[in-house]
């Protein structure tokens, strides 16, 4: 995919996702398109999370976004898209991670002008 960290190089990549440099207010977009291959209905998107990846960890509030996905010929396709502000600390850690609220997987990404997704990354303050 296509990532778009800010003229500053703050934040940084780092393990499953990014790391700030120092503190600040951050804008944040994603856009990503899935395909269910869930032979059902799925309720399914992607949101911001902090913390340690591999341990305590919670949802950034406003970063969600969860669309409804048919399986059949129609309805199987959806693009998950959001911007949003956060204010972060010095050396925090932060990435996208899914939310199913019902139904199951998989979910696969699509290309959309050949990329799969993209994640824009501005410090704002």
Known sequence: GIIHLDA??????????????????FMINYSVTFESMYSNRSSWGLQMSTGDASGPNSGVPGSNNVQYYRFNTYGQYSTVTTTFTVDLAAAQEFWLSTVLLNGGGPFT??????????ISITRIG
């Open 8 to 25: 500053s190089q703050d934040p940084v990549l780092a393990n499953a996702g990014f790391r700030t440099t120092t503190a600040g207010l």
């Open 109 to 118: 990404t699509i290309l959309v002008d050949n990329t799969p997704g993209t």
